[in-house]
């Protein structure tokens, strides 16, 4: 039996600073049978060369031009859309990003083995950071519809960023549009919309690097602190479906106090107000009101702090009362 082919797909737009180093870590591959389509989204620092060159030179690359500029998530999708009909499995490798050399062969050896994971992650770099899981060591596959309950409790992180994610291929082509643009966090959505139906695989092993100390649309975010905002939406979007009624109430209001808590305690921070306005866009893609009232009790809550910590007084006194 020939070894599956695997796409492997970069959208680029002006990341000549890190674009060769991606190309290079592909190319590095110890799986062989790959095809990789690099997407130039209109790019005017030099990237497009760049990729020009290592398709000269490998035959294996398709170098594509969109006519005119796209958002990331259309350009995105244009790109897995030009995924060969052949392959099996199709990895996103963000154009900052980078993968070690044994990542496809890893990856792709885990999911051959099960013909129920339709995901397969594993621990990366975000810098000097390793993230991921934790799964005991034993643990290569997981129930898809259990690691999104485990992910919602927050026990588990493996879902990562797209770099760290690779998919069967037919899951990606059954949609004509893979990634969902209104949503905030599109692969974070893709993923759990995947996991109703099909495991998740994850190789105990480092096998990408994403990149943190760049000027990428996910690093400027850093600073408005998207984790939080990301736990609370995720509880709004998903938690009635993986949950039963009775286990989801409560993870929902157990949510909503303490991402309040964590804006109001944001109310006395520095650059308040763009964060206060990354989280609105964030909240606005669900139809999410923040409760002025409730906000401003919390507020006066964490005041109380500022000005000397008289809240433990006043609990003792309530206690008392």
């Not at 052949?86 to 083995?113: F, G, H, T």
């Not at 409560?250 to 808590?261: D, G, S, V």
């Not at 804006?263 to 206060?276: D, N, S, V, Y």
């Amino acid at each position: 039996m020939s070894a599956p082919l695997v796409s492997l797909v970069t959208p680029f737009y002006n990341t000549a600073p890190y674009l060769d180093e991606c190309i290079r870590s592909v190319l590095r591959q110890t799986w062989a049978n790959w095809e990789y389509v690099l997407l130039d989204n209109c790019s005017t620092d030099g990237s497009s060369d760049i990729a020009e060159r290592h398709a000269r030179e490998e035959p294996r690359i398709r170098l594509l031009r969109n006519p005119s500029l796209l958002g990331q998530v259309d350009n995105y999708n244009r790109a897995l859309s030009q995924i060969s009909p052949q392959s099996k499995y199709c990895l996103l490798v963000q154009a900052d990003d980078w993968i070690m050399p044994e990542c496809v062969e890893r990856m792709v050896n885990l999911a051959e083995s099960d013909a129920q994971i339709g995901v397969v992650t594993s621990y990366h770099l975000e810098g000097e950071r390793v993230v991921g899981g934790p799964l005991p060591a034993s643990v290569s596959v997981l129930n898809g519809r259990e690691a999104c309950r485990q992910t919602l409790r927050g026990q588990l992180s493996v879902f990562g960023s797209p770099t760290t994610v690779m998919y069967r291929a037919d899951i990606i082509r059954s949609r004509e549009a893979f990634f969902e643009g209104t949503r905030h966090h599109e692969d974070t959505d893709a993923l759990f919309r995947t996991l109703r139906d099909w495991n998740i695989g994850f190789v105990h092993q480092v096998l990408s690097f994403v990149r943190v100390d760049n000027q990428s649309i996910t690093s400027a975010v850093r600073r408005f602190e998207p984790f939080a905002l990301d736990a609370f939406l995720r509880s709004r979007l998903y938690t009635d479906e993986f949950f039963t009624p009775e286990e989801a109430a409560p993870m929902k209001r157990r949510a909503e106090t303490n991402y309040l808590k964590f804006l109001a305690a944001r109310c006395f921070r520095p650059h308040r107000k763009e964060l206060f306005a990354y989280h609105r866009r964030g909240l606005a893609t669900i139809g999410y009101r923040i409760p002025r009232g409730r906000l401003a009790a919390l507020v006066l809550w964490e005041l109380l702090d500022y000005i000397g910590n008289p809240k433990q007084t006043l609990i003792r006194m309530l206690r008392r009362g």
